[in-house]
């Protein structure tokens, strides 16, 4: 079902800003998966926080990300090559 999710997501991607829907981005230097209040810059300047606590470990250096609107109205986050569920964020800037 992730796998399905995410190419779905993939498919209908274009650059443009978080707040227009679907964003797809890369995480500025090393991602080291979500701890709790897990703060990451994007190579655009967006920062953004995980909204919720999850654990999670996957170690990637600079890897793509797409954020898209979370069914609870917020905002979600999947990196790509984890295999992880999607995570609520909050866009901090």
């Known amino acids: 079902m992730k796998?399905?999710?995410a190419?779905?997501?993939i498919s209908v991607?274009?650059?443009s800003s978080i707040a227009q829907?679907?964003?797809e981005g890369r995480i500025d230097g090393e991602f080291h998966g979500w701890d709790g209040e897990t703060i990451y810059k994007l190579m655009d300047g967006h920062v953004i926080q995980q909204a919720v606590y999850?654990?999670?470990y996957h170690y990637a250096y600079s890897p793509?990300?797409?954020?898209?609107?979370s069914q609870s109205g917020g905002y979600a986050i999947q990196v790509e090559g984890?295999?992880?569920q999607p995570l609520p964020i909050k866009v901090l800037r």
């Open 3 to 5: 796998i399905v999710v």
């Open 7 to 9: 190419a779905l997501l």
């Open 13 to 15: 991607v274009s650059t």
């Open 21 to 23: 829907g679907v964003y």
């Open 54 to 56: 999850h654990y999670h």
């Open 64 to 69: 793509n990300v797409i954020i898209f609107n």
């Open 82 to 84: 984890d295999d992880d």
